[in-house]
């Protein structure tokens, strides 16, 4: 059932705003001082310079005390926002976060930068728990994670009924929504719980996923009292977006040469069913790769070895289906592989996104061909099958999945900047990307992959193009030969396969073009299935009784087959150029776009695309020329010799420790380390991710290793 939305906007549905009081407070001494604690804060315990988008003014709201919620993709630092808070604020900072197998890790990091920080959940017996409690009653501990279900418990109530709690912060909050991907209906619990607190602390919440009708469902399900809400750029320059159309039988084969040729490096590998996992690992393991298996079929023990083999690095890769991952903090993950299409966009990027989460080069490859998307289909319609649902509702839900997942295909078909595909899919303002992608494809406009005849995936298929029917000058063949022959410049972001790949392409701008005029000849009120009927002129009874012979456009596309049709009509709907309504009997419209089509100078044009010519090598060599975010300032060359040394050592810490290697410091420390070399306390505190408490555990033994190496 649909949950009920409030009436009044989210403070203007905004991307990134400073609400206006923090514009006022900003001369109030009290706040400037709160800024300084904050800025101190996030050098001394995390050793970093500066806040990234979005973060200072999040911090700066819990600190005057509102509510927030934050809106930003993994990776981008939204732990930071409720963690230096958390530090600062007289009371105890409750974290609801869903998986407990990840609070340990979570806990871990957190004490060994300084901060005291516990969980309490199901893995602890009840006299645990009560010393954990007894401490945070204390004002031992700052930060106490627990999983939602504990809410409910009456040990957790009365606790939280004597304690000063300061914040609460709900972690993946739209977990808290029917419409998010990882709907929990504990979750449906927290506003009670805060409600029921004899005074209201602030409240925070923090999600990757986007959609507006999710950030609805959690300002109004967590009633957050006039919240701040940030909604920071969705863009990850640091990852490298890339597509691959392969054949089901060799994509096993095309994963396992990846893994090998980067088997210093950590992955994900993602496949749409548990037997998929199995195969994949087993393939992998006959190969000599220590990959580890992981799916909701296994027992809960297997699930957490498997978890804490990858964590800890002792296998290097995964391979899951999506029941792996959400909230993993392990920061060095260098590649996330798809082994099928995901069912959206949201899925795909919150998977492909947790690649490099330490802000260093990441790779994201999407393996896909045509049966995935009539497994999805399927899949799809067999999901819609909820007996809890009436007839109506249930179409309804199936045609937002439709969309969501044509959307997905419009990914893969695309040879638009794939970050620029992405940024616009999140309605993402603040990214130059789109524009620069408009731009450089100047004159030859948009280009999708073509699908509808290249089902080999390997060389545009000519033939099957002129059978189509495209007429006169056949564009398709120059365009064929003249991208053959000149391959494409980089352009765009640079770092995506669409920017950096050769294309072949095929003409669609006539079907473009009577596509939107048929949209237009029947007055934007029918759906996809009736302007591909009449643009092919059909005859169906249907068609002729409502006396759609008689428009304009009517059989215009008479030669061109149904398949090619529905793709261009797809893919203008993902380019913007005509939108589809929702509801039961959705209907196409014109886009933001579609005044383009009319140009005499639009083209469009379906593409395919070849290999891309720049990709290879190690992941972390991917970004060639490529400038990440303000806060990664390693573009110039690390030693790798010397890296692999820190990283030896790393992994030797970790282990008398019993930590995952990445909390004792991410890559991205190691490779500013190789950078510094750092020879003094002073000059150990100046490596990006070292703090005081870092510097005091580890200083020692790091600095002798640089020591040991430089001579
Ligand atoms: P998210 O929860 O949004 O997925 P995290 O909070 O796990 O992201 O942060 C991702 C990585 O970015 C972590 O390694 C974190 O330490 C680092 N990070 C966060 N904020 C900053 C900052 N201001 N400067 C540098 N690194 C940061």
Redesign the pocket.
Known sequence: MAPSYPTESLAAEPRHIESPCAQSRETRPDHAAAQQAALEA?HRY?G?D???TG?AGLVDAILAGRDVLGV?????????CYQIPATLLPGLTIVISPLISLMRDQVDALNDLGIPAAYINTTQGMDEQGMVLAQAARGDVKLLYVAPERLETERMRSFAARVRISLITVDEAHCVSQWGQDFRSSYLGIGEFIAALPSRPTVAA?T?TATQRVRHDIVALLNLQHPQVTVTGFDRPNLFFDILRKPTNAKNVWIANYVIDHADESGIVYCATRKETEALAGLLAERGVSAVAYHGGMSAQNRNDAQRAFVTDAAPVVVATNAFGMGI?K?NVRYVIHHNMPESIEAYYQEAGRAG???EPGRCTLLWNDSDIVTRRRLLDMDSQNDRMSEDEREVVRLSKRRLLDAMIGYCRTTECLHAYMTRYFADPTSGAIADAVTATGKTGLRAVDVANNAAGTAADESGVMKSGLRDSDPVKQSVAGASATPAKPRGCGNCANCLSTFATIDVTDIARSISRCVHDLNQNFGMGKIVAVLRGSKTQDLLARHLDACPSYGALDQVPQARVRDVLNQMTTDGFLTVSEGRLPVVHFGPRAAVTAGSDFHYEIKRIERPAAVGGRTGQLRSGHTLGS?ASMDTEVDEPLFERLRVLRRDIAREIGKPPYIVF?DKTLRDMTRIRPMTNAQFLAV??VGENKLNLYGKRFMEAIRSFNA
């Open positions: 996030l995390f970093y500066s806040f990234r973060q930003m993709p993994t990776g981008a630092g939204k732990s930071i923090f990757a903090d920061s989460r330490d802000g806060d991410s990006n991710g």
